[in-house]
């Protein structure tokens, strides 16, 4: 069945480092693929998502990289700060279907 | 828009209680997905509906759990009777159908935080 898994499960970085966080799908049929980022005691709010026509996507620090043929995507992050600790989430979304799968979470910590 | 709105923010019961958690997705939305979120388990997608209609109820884990969605602006899920291993945070959200808007981005609700004694 659908399939999304995520690596690492947890990450620490120092402060100005970069973080990525990989992720992998089954379903050759998704197209559409959202990262979710839940700091602690909130609820997952999307921060940036790439559907299968492009395969890079930018928002200021963060960035998001998708290889359809090898099904996965990554989640980049820059000039990483203390306050993008929190707990990330890749899904994948398909036009066969109109929920999402989501991967089991990262847990970043960004150390001052 | 105010988002997609849960009620109530945490729920304390004692096992064997009927516990009922509420949601109303943004206005206009199609779609509306109820989730529960452990340490163990991840995010698990538990229901959704279109349309108020239950389209995929195969993440309920047994047949304690129920949901309705009435109308357009409201939905709940029910357990009875509840189990202390029932204790989770419940997210509610919310999305556009497929010629309404972009299609799959999900608004979460703020979550119920369940806890079964």
């Known amino acids: 069945g659908e399939n999304v898994e995520q690596h690492p499960s947890t990450l620490s970085v120092q402060e100005g480092d970069s973080a990525v966080i990989k992720c992998t799908y089954s379903d050759s049929a998704s197209n559409y693929f959202p990262w979710y980022k839940q700091e602690l005691g909130k609820r997952p709010q999307l921060i940036i998502d790439?559907?299968?026509?492009?395969g890079e996507k930018k928002d200021q620090r963060i960035a998001v990289t998708l290889n359809k043929t090898a099904k996965h995507f990554s989640l980049h992050i820059t000039e990483t700060q203390p306050e993008d600790s929190a707990v990330y989430f890749c899904a994948g979304g398909g036009i066969n279907t109109d929920k999402l799968i989501f991967g089991t979470g990262t847990r970043l910590q960004v150390f001052p | 828009d105010a988002g997609v709105i849960q009620s109530p923010r945490h729920e304390v019961t004692e096992m064997g209680q009927e516990v009922t958690l509420r949601c109303k997705p943004i206005?206009?939305?199609?779609?509306l997905f109820w989730y529960r979120q452990t340490m163990m388990r991840g995010l698990e997608l538990l229901i959704y509906?279109?349309?108020?209609?239950?389209?995929?109820d195969s993440g309920m884990p047994e047949d304690r759990f129920s949901a309705k969605m009435p109308n357009a602006s409201f939905s709940t899920l029910k357990i009875q009777p509840s189990e202390p291993r029932d204790s989770a945070v419940y997210f509610c959200?919310?999305?556009?159908?497929?010629?309404?808007?972009?299609?799959?981005?999900?608004?979460f609700g703020a979550g119920t935080r369940l806890s079964v004694l």
């Open positions: 206005s206009g939305h199609d779609y």
């Open positions: 509906f279109n349309n108020n209609v239950p389209i995929d």
């Open positions: 790439i559907r299968s026509n492009v």
């Open positions: 959200a919310s999305s556009f159908g497929r010629q309404r808007g972009p299609k799959n981005i999900q608004y």
